[in-house]
């Protein structure tokens, strides 16, 4: 009998080292070149599809030395546009602009100086707007864009791109514009207003679409671990009317999401978020049907060029994910990688790279130390007893 129990020692301590020592394994998604020292850029669809969970606890991302790297996980925004007309003021080559007791643009020349037609500039006043400016239309043909924000101080040169009268530049705040004519012009502008078109941000997540496949059953088997805020038919028969439903398992009822009448074309369905994995089709037979989650944007901003290769990948357990906030990302100009290559390969977490968090693993270990030294003593009793 106590020979049996002190078997059960060396078993205990057999468990406690695998518990502590034991490793994980690691699927390498993707190998990514950057190109750049930091990068911010649409999360591929293959990280969605090989089940990363929804708070991306299972992503690590680690250099060529395998050290794992900062990053930042975070949802996209619907984005639109709208129009709005802004005043122009043509300023000739002497002249100031400044704002008078009224706060109204007005042109200010030298003292002594004498008034000029010759047209080399045009002030847009863009004062008032709460969302960034995307795109000017019904600009003269310009060589300089610059901005400011009283008039007094102007920016240094801003990046644009022009195609006839329209004027394209990365999503900007000002309260002024300066565009520098490419031909000055003793003529005064026809217009007196330009169109702007603006950014708005629609406060709604944006959904990162995915087709779904049916079984032999008809049913369409979600295997994504992230919520569905959005699902959608393509209908080669719109003369028909049918019904979207979802359900859990086997066990569970189908619930209705959305039911779409004869004539009507195929809409979208919006949820809060639907984390049933089945879905049909009823009374439709040759719909498709394409499922949408939240679209997450990845953020890098600290890469350097030593560390490259680097590697997205998915973790079978532990707690890695994200550890820098959007807010502290947000102002990361958008930089796509140099080269995406897909990776198919499934390896251990190298011995000198702990996980980077192994609560539970070393509660456990402590547990069956616990259990060890508990075992050893009621042994050495009964053998001073006996």
């Known amino acids: 009998m106590v020979h049996r129990r002190r078997s059960t020692i060396p078993r205990l301590a057999c468990l406690c080292a695998s518990l502590s020592c034991g490793g994980l394994q690691a699927a390498s998604l993707i190998e990514l070149t950057p190109g750049a020292a930091a990068l ?7 990280i969605y599809a090989a089940g990363v969970n929804s708070n991306f606890s299972n992503l690590q991302i680690v250099d060529g030395s395998n050290r794992s790297l900062l990053y930042a996980v975070c949802a996209v925004q619907s984005i639109s546009q709208r129009s709005t007309e802004v005043p122009i003021l043509a300023k000739p080559d002497i002249a100031r602009p400044a704002l008078d007791s009224a706060n109204q643009i007005v042109l200010q020349w030298p003292r002594g100086a004498r008034a000029s037609d010759r047209i080399t500039d045009w ?42 009268d329209r004027l394209v530049f990365d999503p900007l705040r000002a309260n002024f514009l300066r565009l520098s004519l490419a031909t000055p012009t003793d003529q005064p502008p026809e217009l007196t207003t330009l169109q702007v078109n603006l950014e708005e941000i629609a ?7 995915y087709p779904v496949s049916p079984d032999a059953t008809g049913i369409y088997r979600n295997t994504r671990q992230l919520p569905v805020l959005a699902a ?10 049918w019904k979207l439903e979802s359900r859990q398992g086997a066990w569970d009822a189908w619930k209705p999401r959305n039911r779409i009448q004869a004539g009507q074309a195929s809409s979208t369905i919006h949820f809060s978020a639907v984390t049933d994995p089945q879905w049909r089709i009823d009374g439709l037979e040759d719909g498709v049907l394409e499922l949408g989650h939240a679209a997450y944007e990845l953020r890098l901003p ?4 030593a560390q490259a290769p680097l590697q997205i990948q998915l973790r079978d357990s532990g707690n890695f994910g994200p550890q820098l906030s959007c807010r502290s990302t947000e102002h990361l100009p958008t930089q796509a990688p140099a080269q ?6 499934t390896a251990s977490i190298p011995a000198n790279t702990p996980p980077a968090n192994l609560r539970w693993r070393f509660l456990l270990a402590v547990l069956a130390l616990a259990l060890v030294g508990y075992f050893s003593q009621r042994l050495l009793k009964r053998k001073r007893a006996g």
């Open 123 to 164: 002030i847009v006043d863009l004062r008032g707007l709460r969302t960034p400016a995307l795109e000017l239309v019904g600009a003269a043909a310009i060589s300089d864009l610059r901005s400011s924000p009283n008039l007094q101080q102007w920016s240094a040169p801003i990046a644009f791109q022009q195609t006839g």
């Open 340 to 345: 995406l290559k897909p990776l198919q390969t």
């Open 40 to 46: 911010r850029f649409p999360l591929p669809d293959s």
């Open 203 to 209: 406060g709604e997540r944006a959904a990162h679409w």
């Open 302 to 305: 600290k890469i350097e060029a």
């Open 232 to 241: 959608r038919v393509r209908a080669a028969s719109p003369g028909q009317s």
